[in-house]
């Protein structure tokens, strides 16, 4: 018997890069979310950003309706992203209605109810024709109210009155001592429940988005790490995939004759790994630099991901044995992204990565090197993190070189990075120094190729000025 489909739960996407995978497709459909979380962790960005890419990406207008910040302000704090509310606003796309709520003010009376700002909010949303809605935020609205029959009532009428006016709704607040929010019952009502969390770990800060509950939807269930830059919010959603990733045939170049001809069909297959590890100053980087330079003559976009070396330093150090990586790195076929592994967390790397690569579309991905982020994660961390990222290289169809420091040439699964990556990576190149008579010799020795014959011997090779070239075995 044909089983039939499940009906589709209507969602609302989001506008958030990352958030829609997470959600299965976005909000709740016509239905309220709240957003909470402590200050400072993104709630009010992530009501903007919901609002303007509904009218820009979707044809949907909508209402921001704030009891903190008013219209001239919030224009004012997320231009810098890109966000011109107050084009939105002439355009009659857009409204922001600003209501002042003084705690003093108020009079609890069992009169005391919503009924005016209902009015307000249902002129604005008809003015406009809007389909979404975000209330930010509703601590100032029932702030000064102490009687809890009164604020329970009104805030379920509220939730309420939104779902039969059938816009989809955000409506963020302050997180609570014992509860997800202040009055601890928002999240009761809400169909979707989204906390935002912003924490410091040993000096370095992390963004963390987790779905609490989500009415008649399946979910992530995980914490997903996201970040707010130039370009507003974007979810890193990436999880555990599945090893269904399509494999290639074609054979690539890895920039040098000498080393494709250790292989059997003198080259790697397109799509697949390669790690690269050694001591310091047995020639990982320029071995990468090999491989950026073999994607740029193909005419591939090519992303290089440094955690040791300026742009400028590692141009000028490749150029130093043949390398020329300038002309590339101007006409914006090779992009090099330089910063230091403390500048933030772990998944914060794996985000950044995430984005460049969906900007840049890269064929070609290297990070030099990998071993850089053990300083700011533990072992499980950085293992968990490398997975996710050579999991999320391998569904992409990139092709993608890893380098790893080791403190001695024959220790290696005492090291992290390689214990986490030697066994997902295609091909495994180790590269070492030794000295023989107080003259110190570079050997190469290719560890593993899936799929691909090698050469089984260790190969010793010198760096001249026109660069790597690997003698002949005996």
């Given at each position: 018997m044909r089983r039939e489909k499940p009906e589709v739960f209507?969602?609302?996407?989001?506008?958030?890069?990352?958030?829609?995978?997470?959600?299965?497709?976005?909000?709740?459909k016509g239905r309220p979310t709240l957003i909470c979380g402590s200050a400072?962790?993104?709630?009010?960005?992530?009501?903007?950003?919901?609002?303007?890419?509904?009218?820009?990406?979707?044809?949907?207008?909508?209402?921001?309706?704030?009891?903190?910040?008013?219209?001239?302000?919030?224009?004012?704090?997320?231009?810098?992203?890109?966000?011109?509310?107050?084009?939105?606003?002439?355009?009659?796309?857009?409204r922001i209605d600003h209501i002042r709520i003084e705690k003093t003010e108020i009079e609890e009376t069992g009169d005391y109810d919503l009924e005016a700002l209902f009015i307000r909010l249902n002129h604005a949303i008809d003015s406009i024709g809007a389909k979404r809605v975000v209330l930010d935020t509703i601590e100032s609205l029932f702030g000064g109210l102490d009687n809890a029959t009164i604020l329970r009532s009104e805030i379920r009428r509220l939730f309420q009155w939104l779902k039969d006016k059938g816009v989809t709704t955000i409506i963020t607040g302050e997180r609570g001592e014992s509860s997800l929010t202040r009055q601890g019952l928002e999240e009761y009502v809400s169909d979707c429940v989204i906390l935002l969390d912003f924490r410091v770990?040993?000096?370095?800060?992390?963004?963390?988005?987790?779905?609490?509950?989500?009415?008649?939807s399946t979910h992530g269930t995980n914490e997903y790490p996201f970040l707010i830059d130039e370009t507003g919010i974007s979810v890193l959603p990436i999880t555990s995939l599945k090893l269904e990733h399509k494999t290639s045939t074609e054979l690539l170049s890895y920039g040098h004759a000498g080393l494709d001809k250790l292989f059997e069909k003198e080259g790697f297959y397109r799509g697949t790994s390669v790690l690269i590890t050694g001591t310091a100053g047995t020639s990982k980087t320029t071995l990468a630099s090999y491989f950026a330079l073999s994607?740029?003559?193909?005419?591939?976009?090519?992303?290089?991901?440094?955690?040791?070396?300026?742009?400028?330093?590692?141009?000028?150090n490749m150029k130093s044995v043949g390398i020329d990586l300038k002309s590339y790195l101007k006409s914006g076929l090779l992009f090099i992204h330089s910063s230091r592994p403390s500048l933030q967390g772990l998944e914060m790397h794996l985000l950044v990565l995430n984005k460049?690569?969906?900007?840049?579309?890269?064929?070609?991905?290297i990070i030099d090197p990998i071993s850089s982020l053990v300083t700011v994660g533990n072992t499980s961390e950085v293992r968990a993190?490398?997975?996710?990222?050579?999991?999320?290289?391998?569904?992409?169809?990139?092709?993608?070189?890893?380098?790893?420091?080791?403190?001695?040439?024959?220790?290696?699964?005492?090291?992290?990075?390689?214990?986490?990556v030697s066994s997902l990576a295609d091909t495994w190149i180790r590269v070492s120094n030794?000295?023989?008579k107080d003259i110190r010799s570079r050997n190469l020795n290719i560890v593993k190729s899936r799929g691909m014959g090698h050469s089984n011997q260790v190969h010793e090779f010198t760096i001249e000025g026109k660069g790597i070239k690997i003698k002949k075995s005996d």
């Open positions: 209507p969602k609302c996407k989001t506008g958030v890069d990352g958030l829609d995978e997470i959600t299965g497709g976005g909000f709740p400072g962790c993104g709630k009010t960005l992530m009501g903007i950003q919901f609002l303007v890419k509904g009218i820009t990406d979707f044809g949907e207008p909508g209402v921001f309706m704030s009891f903190e910040e008013s219209a001239r302000d919030l224009a004012q704090n997320v231009r810098s992203l890109g966000f011109d509310l107050d084009k939105l606003i002439s355009q009659k796309k857009l770990i040993d000096q370095i800060a992390t963004r963390r988005l987790r779905i609490v509950k989500y009415r008649g994607s740029c003559q193909r005419k591939e976009s090519t992303l290089f991901f440094s955690f040791e070396e300026s742009p400028d330093q590692l141009v000028r460049l690569i969906r900007e840049l579309k890269p064929r070609t991905v993190m490398l997975v996710r990222l050579m999991d999320m290289l391998k569904v992409n169809q990139i092709n993608a070189l890893f380098t790893s420091l080791t403190h001695d040439g024959f220790s290696d699964f005492n090291d992290v990075t390689v214990d986490a030794d000295e023989k």
